[in-house]
């Protein structure tokens, strides 16, 4: 049970460059959401899903996409880097239980736009 | 104003201390609580979960005051290795949205 796990653990990108990072999950999680943290803002709220085949908007979505084709996955695209993206992400996921839902993180990606 | 906040310290305390940590809620429709701890360059990890009548589990104690919206963890007699970021965060159910403070630096000092 390796619980969430994010591909790649480091990137650096140029300034324009793509790419996609990849959240897995085995829980069985309905939730999946990312995050990304900076010095001083906490973690924000990225994008999230409720459900395979859903997405939806957080806090701070401009710049980003993602999708949930399958249960477990989680995949958050940076379409046209920019230094501003210059972050640590955190995938998670969550399962509402007895009324209350719990968030387990990944180990996050640390990602560096020069 | 942002949904959570919390003091960002630093906290510099002897081992042995006891020492509080609060944090602030802006939506009354808030539904779950939790203390999450991250230790240096990791991810946030689950310390406790925060019930209305509050709860323990060993050093650490969690409450919620709903009334004036906010949630506290107490640490008693603080070790070495409780030195991490403490962050808050608050559960509302549209969408199943959970938001953040900022967390709050703890260093336990020999």
């Known amino acids: 049970n390796a619980g969430v796990t994010q591909t790649p653990k480091f990137r650096v990108l140029k300034t324009g460059q793509s790419m996609t990072l990849l959240c897995a999950q085995d829980?069985?999680?309905?939730?999946m959401y990312w995050y990304r943290q900076d010095p001083g803002m906490g973690l924000r709220l990225i994008h999230y899903?409720?459900?395979?085949?859903?997405?939806a908007k957080g806090e701070v979505p401009d710049g980003y996409n993602v999708s949930r084709l399958k249960k477990q996955n989680f995949l958050l695209g940076l379409e046209s880097a920019a230094p501003s993206q210059t972050s640590v992400y955190f995938c998670a996921s969550s399962k509402e239980l007895a009324g209350v839902s719990t968030q387990y993180f990944g180990p996050g990606t640390r990602l560096t736009v020069l | 104003r942002k949904e959570v906040e919390q003091d960002p310290g630093p906290f510099n305390v002897p081992e042995g201390a006891t020492v509080a940590f609060n944090c602030t809620y802006s939506?009354?429709?808030?539904?779950?609580f939790f203390w999450y701890r991250q230790d240096c360059r990791k991810e946030p990890k689950l310390l406790m979960s925060?019930?209305?009548s509050g709860n323990e589990d060993g050093r650490f104690t969690a409450q919620l005051n709903r009334a004036s919206q906010y949630i506290s963890l107490l640490i008693r007699d603080s070790k070495l290795s409780d030195s991490a970021t403490y962050l808050c965060?608050?559960?509302?159910?549209?969408?199943?949205?959970?938001?953040f403070g900022t967390g709050t630096s703890l260093t336990v000092i020999p």
């Open positions: 939506n009354s429709a808030s539904q779950s």
């Open positions: 829980m069985n999680h309905e939730y």
């Open positions: 899903s409720v459900g395979e085949g859903t997405t």
């Open positions: 965060a608050v559960n509302t159910q549209y969408g199943n949205q959970f938001y």
């Open positions: 925060v019930y209305s």
